[in-house]
């Protein structure tokens, strides 16, 4: 694929489309993260298979799938829209910089700066271990939240 070097701005749109129609449609849930992991998994691979690096997929994959999946599953248990459409804007510029990052890294070496890939990698783990524990704590809630509004309907 000869327009490798428009994937790092494409995918975060793509990424960014997937989030508000899992917004507009809330059944789909599970299409669209698989939809994510799909495309993550081919953006990686594209850049491996174009990269004269000898590096492994799973290594630039999973930190993405992780991210993704954690941040998508927290903002089914926030209810103020204005938050989940931060995390959506919020999500789509980590994988911009993120794969403008492993762009650079594997392909464009002359224009990669040193650690950035190292750096963003350690906040999208700091994020995507973040959101974790924020979902297992909400769960417990989450059945009496639901119970409440239904109350109130």
């Known amino acids: 694929m000869k327009y490798n070097r428009f994937l790092p701005l494409l995918i975060p749109l793509i990424i960014f489309a997937l989030h508000e129609f899992y917004y507009f449609r809330p059944k789909l849930?599970?299409?669209?993260?698989?939809?994510?992991?799909?495309i993550i998994l081919f953006t990686v691979r594209q850049f491996i298979i174009v990269s004269k690096r000898k590096e492994r997929w799973y290594n630039f994959a999973i930190l993405p799938s992780m991210f993704i999946i954690g941040l998508t599953a927290f903002t089914t248990m926030v209810s103020s829209r204005l938050?989940?459409?931060f995390l959506f804007v919020l999500a789509?510029?980590?994988?911009?910089?993120y794969f403008r990052s492993i762009?650079?890294?594997?392909?464009?070496?002359?224009?990669?700066?040193?650690?950035s890939l190292e750096n963003?990698?350690?906040?999208?783990?700091?994020?995507?271990?973040?959101?974790?524990?924020?979902?297992?704590?909400?769960?417990?809630d989450y059945?009496?939240?639901?119970?409440?509004?239904?109350n109130l309907a």
């Open 29 to 38: 849930l599970y299409v669209v993260i698989i939809g994510f992991v799909v």
């Open 83 to 85: 938050i989940v459409q």
């Open 92 to 97: 789509a510029i980590f994988f911009y910089f």
């Open 103 to 115: 762009y650079y890294y594997l392909i464009n070496h002359k224009l990669y700066q040193h650690y």
């Open 120 to 140: 963003l990698s350690s906040y999208g783990n700091f994020l995507s271990f973040y959101f974790r524990p924020l979902i297992l704590l909400s769960l417990p």
């Open 143 to 150: 059945p009496s939240r639901l119970l409440t509004v239904l």
